[in-house]
């Protein structure tokens, strides 16, 4: 309808980053009233460069600030591509 303005909601949002030792990864735009969905490690074979290895490290993850998400003293990434997936309460 014409003059109608649709108010913005929660979207889903993903975002790359290259893995790192257990600590903190910067993740753009994600803020700590956001909800983590999912953080997926996976890491191609040096071989075949084929995906080998997938690791679900939801669990060891937390927004702990502005841009940032943080496993201290959990998995290392190094040499993994990690897929952040989480809900922008804000939209």
Do not use: C, R, W
């Not at 303005?5 to 994600?30: C, E, N, R, W, Y």
């Not at 997926?40 to 490290?57: C, D, R």
């Amino acid at each position: 309808m014409a003059g109608q303005h649709l108010s913005k909601g929660p979207s889903i949002k993903q975002f790359v980053v290259k893995g790192a030792a257990a600590g903190t990864l910067t993740v753009t735009g994600i803020a700590t009233n956001d909800v983590l969905l999912g953080v997926v490690a996976m890491k191609p074979s040096s071989a075949t460069g084929v995906i080998a290895t997938v690791l679900n490290l939801l669990s060891e993850f937390s927004i702990s600030a502005a841009n940032t998400i943080t496993n201290s003293g959990g998995s290392a990434t190094t040499g993994y591509g990690v897929i952040v997936t989480y809900e922008d309460v804000d939209g």
